[in-house]
Each structure stands twice: as C-alpha cells, then as structure tokens.
C-alpha cells in the first residue's frame, strides 16, 4: 500500500481508471471521490467507484494522505483554494493536467506549509469520459511525467512508487519542457484532429452521410481524437498557448514545403518525406506505446468534474 487515503478531485475517465488501478494493485486504503456535479456524484456511487463519494472537494480531500486533482486545469487554481483548509501536514497533492507551468503557479500558491505538491501527468487516454470511462490497465506501459519543481525527495519518490503501482512508466521533467514536449505529440494533433473535422464539415460539396459512411482509417482517427472532451481541451489551448503556437507555426511551415511539393509534382521529396516519418511511427510501435485501449461500449458520460 503507498498511500493510507486517497482523494480524487473529478471522476472523470483518468480518476476513475486510478480508482481501478489502485483497486487492482492494492495502492490504497480507502478511496474518497469527488464531482461538481450531482449526477457525476450518483453515477459513482452507484457503480461503487470510490469507497466514499463526498459532497464537497474539502471533504473528500480532510485526511488524505494524497489528493490528486483531476479536473480541466483551468479549474485547478479554485479547487486548490478550496481544498487548502483541508489539507493535513505531511499530505501530498497532485494533479494529473496535461500542462504543467500553468497548473503550477494556479496551484502551488494554495498549498500549505507542511503539505508536498508534486504536479504529474500520465498520458494515457481514450475519446471517453465519465466515471464508467475507466478502466484498470489505462496506465500499463504508459508514461506518467512528474514535475517535482523542488518537492521533497521522499514526497517525489513515494508518488512515483504510487504511479508504478499503477502500472505506468515514470519520469522527472521540467514544466517548460513538459509543456513543449506535449505540444508537439498531444496539443497540436488535437488542434490538427479538431480542424480536419471542422473542414470536412463546412466542405458543401460533402454531405454528413458521405462523411461518416466513406470514413477510411484516416479520417476515423482524426474523428477519435476530435471527440475528446471540450472543456479539458478548451482550458489546455488557453493555458499552453505559447508552445502550441510555436508548434503550430512550424507545422504550417512543414505542410507549406509538402503542398509545394505535390504542386510540383516532387516525387523523391515526398517520397523521403514520407519515408523519414514512417520511421517515426515504427519507433512508437516498438517502444509499445500502440496498444488499444480496450472498448467496453461505453458510451461518452460527459465530463467528471
């Protein structure tokens, strides 16, 4: 067991899968839960996601040995703040926010002396969320970035030992090059994914029908990704704006140099092109970080927090 209590802060698909990996690995005590709203609350209480579903994020957070915030991380400073009375010496908070320099200075400026802030996140993911999005093995194999920006060692170790519980791989990395890092192989494909959907949808040449029922392997992955959550992805644009605008320039540079190519009918350039990406993918490939994640029929339950 790595942690006596632990309190999750939204139950949406990555609490829910924590909740069921922790289950699994025996990684926890006891298991409080908290959502925004009423029907999040009752969905996880009936499906018996948490050993306790409170009624308030203080609540569910008063003895903790660790909170992990689980909500849009535009939403992180004020459960922060709410939390704080709550929060008993020694405990740990973390989160698990897909940017990191923003959730630090929302967060960190709410957390008592004597209370550890170790920000992390694991990336690992489905289009699903909801309580009944989760699932155990969600963080097999998958990479968890701790962020410790001068944490506690003991703190640090013990949340890391927590997340390999869980199944995941961990590292250490600062907060801008986390940002940067997650520009590139999350936030600007998710812009990408967003932006092919919405120019397949103002196409007046192709109808809705023509769409869904030609979708090749292409198109349903931009789909996928296009169906994750608004409210998470609205807040990560809005606070990684700077290393998503730096990675979208560039793109539009990369797909600048691939039109002109086609324009001109430049064989050996796409060809190479296409050739030096390829070996990107089969690196991903080999490293297993292409697994499925298992489909369960769930259906899309709408935000956790």
Known sequence: ???????????GLIASSMA?????????????????TAQTRAVAREIGLCDRVCESAAEAA????????CVPVGAMGAVAAEIAPALKPGATVSDVGSV???????????????????????????????????????????????????????????LAAFWRALGANVEEMGAEQHDRVLAVV??????????????????????????IKYSASGFRDFTRIAASDPTMWRDVFLTNREATLDILGRFAEELFVLQRAIRMGDGPLLFDYFTRTRAIRRGIVEAGQDTAAPDFGRAAAGPGA
């Not at 790595?2 to 802060?9: F, H, S």
């Not at 008063?62 to 915030?69: F, Q, R, Y």
């Open 62 to 69: 008063e003895g903790a040995d660790l909170v992990v915030l």
């Open 100 to 158: 990191k320099r923003a959730v630090i200075g929302a967060v960190a400026p709410h957390i008592p002396a004597g209370v550890h802030f170790v920000p992390a996140h694991p990336l690992a993911g489905t289009e699903y969320s909801g309580p009944r999005s989760g699932f155990a093995t969600l963080f097999d194999n998958r990479w968890c970035l701790l962020v410790p920006e001068g944490a506690e060692r003991a703190a640090v170790e013990r």
């Open 20 to 36: 069921h990996a922790m289950r699994r690995a025996g990684a926890a005590g006891e298991i409080a839960g908290y959502a925004r």
């Open 186 to 211: 999350s936030h600007a494909p998710h812009l990408i994914a967003y932006t092919m959907v919405g120019v397949a949808d103002h196409l007046e040449t192709v109808t809705e029908s023509d769409v």
């Open 1 to 11: 067991m790595t942690y006596g209590r632990v309190a999750l802060i939204g139950l």
